[in-house]
């Protein structure tokens, strides 16, 4: 069967394929950005009715070789949800199923904060927390890995996910569950009778040592330890399989909770607290550097935080009863002190509790307003260390900036020795593109020196892919090769994501680029209005005015 073009050489749908599948300029334009910087125009737009659509799409993909980027909402930030040929929007895939047997079963495209709520009626949680829950999906959520400020206590998504209803790169689908026989996929019968034996006499060693979140390469670590192909998929940023279904185990809702803002003039002061902190069992744990405190000074005043602070750790402590929660806050406010802070404050409401929160999600709106002409570019933002490591990297980050004028602000999830970077940079100064390289190439040898890694919750995307190499060995990156092989042997999974391509470059299309040539205006007018209002959610073709 030969490839199905147009006189003008676009794709035409595949034969029986039931949703959307566009080609114009301007649908693929709305696709082409999402909250990572770049800018990859796909080939076409395919938003599947349901999951035998996504069967349908892959199948005709690997009979033409024709590449697949699976997105959901497009809220990573690693670039991992756009590129060259078809972009495979998931989003519409948003059923929840019924909350039965503390797990639930939900489709890739269904909000995170929307899984949490049906939980919830039923007195569970799903329990990662990621700040961008929102609008962020489940099916991007386990593709990447993601975490947020509870998983200091609960763990990543990986740790949540019973199992996974799966399209293979050939268009075959099973679900592959936890403790379950290994389905009769080609895919999986070459993992297990090529790679699985090294994978598990070798996986163990494929780790940073001390580094407590990984969302970087394949989780063979994981999978040496389990022998679960699970945790293989989970992580694979849609490089080895489309998720069309993910079955989610839940967590108790807790009885009480109990928040403290603490101050600290100095980082090691700060780190220390952070460390004991997640040893008590602290269910979040999330530090603030003074560079996101420039920022927020107004909230900052309104907390009372002390002028001379260097950093600030937000606290929450969980329990089976109000008396419990703070008997535990108590013990994280005395370990705090005793690590050197200057100022404690405790949330006796419910109220002043929302205010010490409000502050950690307070910077992003305001660094929208600094200056129309800064650019916030995340390309160092998701780096973790070994915690007693974590100083010498903000204080290595900070210096990183300074070097290159570049303003930027640090924060992050302080327990698990994870900062996220915003980096302010000015696209109107003409060096503006090597600077920005000069600082992420500084900040990687940085990253690789204290032993961490370059993606704790956001996957490597095709921010990081080109970077592997500073940060897992030749031995690691051959045997994520043979990983990738087994499921995808043609490539078409979002190629370019996990495994590094000759000539691919992190920075090859900025979005914020004033160079690059225009998008169709009512396309740029809907991506702005998606960054302007968080509105990842929305469907994109529905944001074009003839929609």
């Not at 022998?227 to 849609?238: M, P, R, T």
């Not at 090691?268 to 004991?276: D, K, S, T």
């Amino acid at each position: 069967m030969s490839l199905h073009l147009a006189l003008d050489g676009t794709l035409l749908a595949p034969d029986g394929f039931r949703g959307v599948f566009r080609t114009d300029a301007r649908a693929c334009a709305v696709y082409s950005e999402g909250a990572g910087l770049a800018r990859i125009v796909p080939d076409a737009v395919a938003v599947p009715a349901d999951a035998d659509d996504v069967v349908t799409l892959v199948r005709w993909a690997a009979e033409h070789v024709v590449p697949i980027v699976p997105r959901g909402s497009a809220s990573s930030m690693a670039n991992g949800a756009v590129g060259r040929g078809v972009a495979l929007d998931l989003s519409r895939l948003d059923w929840i199923g019924q909350v039965q047997d503390a797990a639930v079963t939900c489709g890739p495209g269904a909000l995170r904060d929307a899984v949490d709520a049906a939980a919830r009626v039923h007195g569970l949680r799903f329990p990662v927390d990621p700040s961008s829950g929102a609008f962020c999906t489940m099916g991007g959520m386990a593709a990447c890995n993601a975490a947020g400020s509870h998983s200091v206590k609960l763990g990543a998504t990986r740790t949540w996910v019973r199992g996974l209803d799966c399209v293979f790169a050939d268009g075959t689908r099973a679900w592959v569950r936890r403790g379950e026989p290994r389905p009769k996929v080609e895919a999986l019968r070459v993992f297990h009778a090529e790679v699985a034996r090294d994978a598990m006499e070798r996986g163990a060693a494929l780790a940073h040592i001390g580094v407590r979140k990984e969302s970087s390469g394949y989780a063979l670590s994981e999978y040496a330890r389990s022998g679960d192909l699970v945790d293989v998929l989970v992580g694979s940023e849609g490089t080895l399989a489309v998720f069309v279904g993910i079955e989610l185990g839940l967590a108790p809702l807790p009885a009480a909770s109990a928040s403290l803002l603490a101050s600290f003039s100095t980082l090691e002061g700060a780190v220390h607290a952070a460390a004991r902190a997640a040893e008590f069992g602290a269910s979040a744990v999330e530090l603030l550097d003074r560079t996101f405190l420039d920022v927020v000074r107004s909230e900052a005043a309104a907390l009372a935080i002390p002028a001379a602070t260097e950093a600030v750790l937000l606290l929450e402590a969980e329990g089976g009863t109000p008396a419990e929660a703070d008997t535990l806050a108590l013990r994280l406010a005395s370990a705090c002190r005793a690590a050197g802070a200057a100022h404690v404050v405790a949330a006796p409401d419910a109220a002043t509790a929302g205010r010490i929160w409000h502050i950690r999600h307070a910077a992003s709106p305001i660094l929208n307003t600094l200056d129309p002409h800064l650019a916030s570019m995340q390309l160092i933002e998701d780096g973790a260390v070994p915690p007693a490591r974590f100083p010498d990297y903000v204080r290595g980050v900070r210096a990183a900036l300074e070097r290159h004028r570049v303003r930027g602000v640090i924060f992050g999830h302080a327990g698990d020795a994870h900062a996220h970077v915003n980096a302010l940079i000015d696209v109107r100064d003409a060096d503006w593109k090597e600077r920005a390289r000069v600082l992420l190439q500084e900040v990687t040898e940085l990253v690789a020196l204290l032993g961490g890694t370059l993606a704790a919750e956001h996957g490597d995307g095709r921010l990081r892919t080109p970077l592997m190499f500073a940060v897992w060995d030749a031995r690691a990156m051959a045997l994520f090769a043979r990983v990738k092989q087994a499921f995808d042997p043609a490539g078409i999974l979002n190629p370019g994501v996990k495994l590094p391509r000759v000539g691919d470059d992190p920075l090859g299309s900025v979005k914020y680029d004033p160079s690059l040539p225009p998008l169709p205006r009512d396309a740029r007018v809907a991506l702005d209005m998606v960054v302007r209002e968080r509105a990842w959610a929305s469907y994109r073709l529905g944001l074009l005015r003839d929609e």
